[in-house]
């Protein structure tokens, strides 16, 4: 993985071949430089295209990364003409831009969008695009190269892949590449995620193909590696011997929001655990990779993945959680329970909490269990993954009758990125008292400014051909074999019932027993 050094430039500048260095710091730096391209983005009028990567691709342009040649054609099924959709564009992104849109910058970004209308399951509509990028691309010197950016539903994945292949979209020429980004979810059980695989692999070939977890984008969890792997104090401490256990926390304090469509046929378990929090606990627990390429990390991910202890039946009884919430209050106001949102089935079973108790069975982390957490209706939003350590002999101390807190680092992935590790100090005075106290590192401080979005690294990753940060075929079935046996628990006679937890609320009472019965309890984010 990368230590990625922004350059400081901010113009529609063409990019380096040379990795590019803040002259003001001193460091490794490598980037491969990203090549012109035309992304084609299907779900141009959607959510994803408006608050998410349009604005991306506007502050890669501001930050000067952008290839100057890249074009954007959206394809959605509403009529409109170019001029619209810019405009439709431009109001979304001076809300939802991380940078202040600037008035010249976005008139010269937006001249490299285009819109193309079409029904995904209309052949002619290919046909048509095909021509019209042929034109574009000839137009504005994009080499040909093209980022197929699948942002509609998943329902639509599949026609727009078969239709891609049928109208030779997907055949790069002449030196160009043909990829394609796979948005989750990617499947909603291992029968569908590999029935989806054999679609795309018939598109496009492994080595094309970006299936994307926009956790892995973010600043802190790149650096989970540059943490381990170069920092000497971290590593030697990094197993069995020296860790009690793990924690990762992803709290929201959302409900639905209108998803309650998919989010019914999803759930807790299906759309967060199965994807971000399994992606973050491989970047915790793999062993050091041969080399920072794609696939040695990727190797070493799916590794611990297929090293996750399967639980029976009788296992996911005891070791797994799942709760929905019930009416309550967030930050004082009423909110209802999850029964009473719109769209919502009134005796629905889906989970919209999900507390698990893991293990790894490797060398490495024998005996150390793993405490995975998601809900929603959580007084606080914000994920992190805490290391505990185990105690230090109190020998030395007992006889002032203090019980040693444990050393915990702290990885904060949002918001607020950043690292902090708690340890013991004496406190000022004549007495001898020791207070746990924090050693805090944040990404926006420490650097001057603000990280970059998640999106914005993943598409350069992507027009750079580095997958290193997206999911491989073989992380995403085996990930899926594993959440499906819980699934199937839940679906048994005699499973557990789901249980309720008030909004505003830390998750059900049977969360903090999961842990209070290992003589543990849950940090408070």
């Known amino acids: ?112 969008i285009f819109y193309h209308q079409s029904e995904f399951s209309d052949a002619e509509g290919y046909k048509r695009l095909g021509e019209r990028m042929e034109k574009i691309e000839k137009e504005r010197g994009t080499g040909g190269n093209r980022l197929f950016y699948l942002a509609a539903g998943p329902d639509q994945f599949e026609p727009i892949l078969k239709h891609l292949e049928a109208a ?65 104090i971290f590593e030697p401490l990094w197993d069995t011997r020296y860790i009690d256990h793990v924690q990762i926390t992803a709290a929201e304090t959302l409900g639905v929001e209108g998803r309650a469509g998919y989010y019914e046929g999803a759930g807790a378990l299906r759309d967060m655990v199965q994807n971000h929090l399994l992606q973050l606990l491989c970047l915790v627990l793999m062993e050091p990779p041969t080399d920072i390429g794609a ?55 889906t989970e919209t909490f999900a507390a698990l108790r893991l293990h790894v069975d490797n060398w490495r982390w024998a005996d150390v269990p793993f405490y995975l957490r998601v809900g929603k209706r959580l007084p606080k939003s914000g994920t992190e993954i805490s290391i505990h350590f185990k105690k230090a002999p109190s020998v030395l101390f007992n006889k002032e009758s203090q019980a040693l ?68 075929r073989d992380e995403v079935e085996q990930a899926w074999e594993f959440i499906d046996r819980i699934e199937e628990a839940w679906s048994a006679k005699g499973a557990p019932d789901l249980v309720e937890y008030p909004a505003g609320s830390w998750g059900p009472e049977e969360a903090d027993e999961l842990l209070a019965r290992d003589g543990r309890t849950w940090r408070r984010l």
């Open 1 to 112: 993985m990368r230590v990625d050094v922004r350059s400081p430039v901010h113009s529609m500048t063409p990019a380096s071949d040379k990795p590019q260095v803040n002259p003001l710091r001193e460091g490794i730096a490598t980037r491969t430089a990203p090549d012109s391209c035309t992304v084609v983005i299907f779900g141009a009028t959607g959510d994803l295209t408006h608050r998410k990567l349009i604005p991306a691709l506007y502050n890669i342009a501001a930050d000067g990364e952008l290839p100057p040649q890249l074009t954007v054609v959206g394809m959605a099924r509403r009529p409109k003409t170019d001029e619209e959709f810019r405009k439709e564009l431009s109001e979304e992104a001076r809300k939802h831009s991380r940078q202040t849109v600037r008035d010249e910058l976005w008139n010269g970004f937006s001249r490299s």
């Open 168 to 232: 030779g979209l997907n055949k790069a020429s002449g030196g160009s590449w043909a990829r394609v980004i796979v948005e989750k979810p990617f499947g909603t059980d291992l029968a569908s995620a590999r029935k989806l695989n054999q679609i795309v692999r018939k598109a496009f070939p492994e080595q094309e193909t970006y299936r994307i977890d926009h956790f892995l984008g973010k600043e802190t969890a790149q650096n989970i590696l540059v943490l381990r792997f170069a920092n000497a």
């Open 295 to 349: 696939d040695s990390i990727r190797d070493e991910k799916v590794k611990v993945v297929r090293a996750l202890r399967r639980l029976t039946s009788a296992e996911v009884a005891t070791n797994v959680v799942r709760g929905q919430y019930a009416e309550g209050a967030i930050s004082g106001k009423p909110v209802p329970a999850y029964r009473k949102e719109p769209n919502v089935k009134p005796d629905s079973t």
């Open 405 to 472: 807190d444990q050393n915990v680092l702290v990885i904060r992935i949002q918001p607020d990125e950043g690292i902090s590790l708690r340890m013991q100090a004496k406190m000022p005075g004549t007495s001898f008292r020791i207070e746990p106290v924090k050693m805090d590192f944040h990404y926006g401080t420490s650097f001057g400014k603000a990280s970059p979005e998640a999106y914005e690294r993943l598409l350069l990753d992507a027009m750079s051909g580095d997958a290193t940060l997206f999911a491989r």
